[in-house]
């Protein structure tokens, strides 16, 4: 895992105290409760939209899912 090594050697070579990080895990982990929350707060997306913005051009794969799908839902 790149991130805990990367702050491992942060620690090790002096440039951050271990204070530090534990302060800026605390702060990470607060952050992703608080967009936890705020993304369960809000109303349930329509299912349709996971064909959208999956390629610029959606391949001719991704529309004939889309399609199935929407026939399953008629």
Do not use: C, K, N
């Not at 936890?36 to 996971?50: I, T």
């Amino acid at each position: 895992h790149p991130v805990p090594a990367f702050a491992r050697r942060l620690v090790e070579s002096g440039e951050l105290g271990t204070a530090e990080l534990s302060e800026m895990d605390t702060e990470v982990a607060a952050e992703v409760d608080r967009i936890r929350e705020a993304l369960r707060a809000q109303p349930p997306r329509p299912g349709a939209e996971m064909f959208s913005f999956v390629y610029r051009e959606p391949t001719t794969a991704l529309l004939e899912q889309q399609r199935s799908w929407e026939d399953s839902r008629a």
